[in-house]
């Protein structure tokens, strides 16, 4: 790997050159940005929940078998608010849009707390395939209607007792008369509604235009849980692009094709120290 300065000046000439960045935000851009699903973040805001069922971290917490709907909307709310109301705009998102704002530029996260529209990204250039925590839907996915949440989650958490809610509060669905469930896809049961459909269409169309252009893809934080969302349709893509440039930010998995050796940039670098000079 080359010297750290190199790989920065290398990046800033990619992206000046670009007419076209696509942009992939996995779980590592969320918590390089401070979401961090486990350390002080969890425990200084589940303390009931941890002693009561040993919770270690809000990801393996939220597949906890609650043996009532009071028990798992109190939780639920919880979540959803510390991680989609309770935080504003980061600085690493807010950089990143300030990074690209200049070029056609669009979003394909996995993430589903809504911080690139928080950090000015337009919403029509923003599809979060995985789902939103904004919403909630039909636990077995009778019709393709969701349903903002915040007030519903804002009044659980205000008056959530010993981990519990009232039961006057559990949300039923209007169709059927069943449970709901987060927005997120997690099982078959899924819903992809009119805009989700749009996004994807709006994403679509976005590879076809720059697919014979000059063209930076941003991979952010990306793992391997959905590899083939993201990671490797990048890869895939710089690959078959002519004029393309894989900018690849992960401390963890920086590794890629070795086809694509002397088209790719990655860095392990922390991930906000590195967007902030790419933007000097």
Known sequence: MCSYQTRIEKAKKAIEDAEYILLGGGAGLSAAAGLTYSGKRFTNHFGPFIEKYGFTDLYSSSFYPFETQEERWAYWAKHISLNRYEVGKTKLYMNLFNLVKDKKNFVISTNVESQFEKGGFPSDKVFEIQGDYSYLQCETGCHDKLYDNELLVKEMIDKTVECQIPSNLVPKCPVCGGEMDVNLRKNQFFVQDEKWYESDMLYKRFVEKA?????????????????GIIRYPFEKMTYYSEDATLIRLNKDHPEGLVENKNKTISFTEDMEEVVSVLIE
């Open 211 to 227: 697919e014979t252009k000059k063209i930076v893809f941003m991979e952010l934080g990306v793992g391997f849980n959905t590899p």
